[in-house]
């Protein structure tokens, strides 16, 4: 009598002293950040490296699990950040006790029944409408209303700025603007999807990128929205502020709500990951065409992956926007919000979500910390130079310092991409036999 061998047997699970040695040593680094800089400099350091671990999720989820290159995620960080303002910020009265809002209403009713009526225009072949015709009637169209729309907003947006300023927030507990954030990321990246999911992953970097500063440019320019270059501050917490609890105390309550923020996401992914949604995902993204012939969705799950990280990237954006209590749009940069984000998921090692909170945390501690050990070298060069050789400090020492960050991640950067180009950590391929 013969025995049937399993078809498939799991490898046994290695234990993870890889993982174990890295995160010590990243406790090692952050005891030392405390030692060095205070309680106070050094929580906030991990709040924001924690609202950083949440915008890196969101890209490991689209490039790691779905190998979608995303450029963009500095818009989708400013989107987030431009709910948690509008929905904390308290209600101006001035705007909403004026004819105002009836006036701009109005105008949004227009710009809806516009975009109602080119969306029509552009089925206009179902009703026997050569193509050529329908597509030039909705782009004649097109042109036409936003050329009338955006001279009635233009008049109304003048009067609430001078008038009202800008119009104000809602006066909501600021987590409802972290969730709408989201949301609101999340919707954008909808319709950016069934634009740009089709090109290539070289095109669609270029694209996503372009949208973001599409988005920057609007909320820059926006100043009945957002008041613009003169930003708006201060922000509520969803906890206990500084002026409550302390500086110390605020940032650490701070933390624990991100650190919970994370753990959940990170459980919700674990789990998503090792199902059978998570394994169609990766077969897509290691072979589209074999995907497709065993009858996948492809464009469906490409599309439900790049929704789900910009709605990680825009609770991330909002969370980091209330914490620095201040709505800059011209504070969202590309080096800060986007490059930064990358380099994180290709530290710790895109598809591994342990990896990408290692990477997050350890890069954001580089680059801050990278700049007062750069001006502190420079000051014991000087300081060398000036009693043994007689040279002359030079007098921005401090802006110096500053270039520094971009120099140690570019060398980061390199040196992993060397000699670790999975990242430190790199994603557990399950094998069978």
């Not at 624990?256 to 394994?279: E, K, Q």
């Not at 400090?393 to 000699?419: D, H, K, W, Y």
Request: neutral net charge; charged residues 10%.
């Amino acid at each position: 009598m013969t025995t049937q061998r399993p078809d498939s047997v799991a490898t046994p699970s290695r234990f993870p002293l890889r993982e174990l040695a890295l995160f010590a040593a990243l406790l090692v680094a952050i005891l030392g950040v405390y030692a060095v800089m205070g309680m106070a400099y050094s929580t906030r350091m991990l709040v924001e490296a924690a609202c950083y671990a949440i915008l890196a999720l969101g890209l490991t989820i689209q490039w790691g699990y779905g190998g979608q290159f995303n450029a963009g995620v500095m818009g989708f960080v400013a989107l987030g950040g431009f709910c948690a303002m509008i929905f904390s910020v308290p209600v101006n009265d001035t705007f909403w006790q004026s004819e105002l809002p009836g006036e701009l209403g109005v105008v949004l009713l227009y710009v809806v029944a516009a975009g109602v009526l080119v969306f029509g225009a552009t089925r206009l072949d179902r009703l026997g409408f050569p193509r050529w015709l329908r597509t030039l009637i909705a782009i004649v169209l097109a042109v036409v209303l936003y050329l009338v729309v955006i001279s009635m907003l233009r008049e109304v947006t003048a009067e609430i700025e001078a008038q009202a300023g800008f119009v104000g927030g809602l006066g909501l507990p600021a987590w409802t603007g972290w969730i709408v954030g989201g949301a609101l990321a999340g919707v954008v990246g909808y319709f950016i999807g069934h634009i740009c999911l089709g090109l290539r992953s070289d095109y669609l970097a270029i694209a996503t990128l372009g949208i973001a500063e599409i988005i920057k440019a609007f909320l820059k320019n926006s100043d009945w929205l957002t008041r613009g270059t003169a930003t708006v501050s201060p922000l509520p917490w969803p906890t206990p502020g500084p002026s409550d609890l302390g500086f110390t105390l605020a940032r650490a309550v701070y933390l624990s709500i991100t650190a919970v923020m994370i753990a959940a996401i990170f459980f919700l992914l674990h789990r998503a990951y090792h199902a059978p949604w998570g394994r169609m995902v990766r077969a897509i993204r290691d072979n589209e065409i074999s995907a497709a012939a065993m009858g996948k969705d492809i464009n469906r799950r490409r599309l439900e992956i790049f929704v789900l990280g910009c709605i990680l990237m825009g609770i991330g954006g909002a969370a980091l926007t209330s914490f620095n209590s201040i709505f800059d749009p011209q504070g969202f940069l590309p080096l800060n919000h986007t490059f930064l984000v990358l380099v994180m998921v290709i530290l710790g090692g895109p598809g591994n979500n342990l990896g990408t909170i290692f990477g997050a945390v350890a890069v954001y501690i580089i680059w801050i910390m990278s700049e007062p050990l750069a001006l502190w070298l420079m000051e014991l060069i000087v300081a060398i130079g000036e009693g043994s050789f007689g040279w002359e400090a030079p007098g921005n020492l401090e802006s110096r310092a500053l270039q520094a960050r971009v120099f140690v991640i570019g060398l980061l950067i390199t040196v992993v991409l060397r000699f670790a180009p999975k990242g430190l950590l790199p994603e557990k391929v399950s094998h069978h036999r």
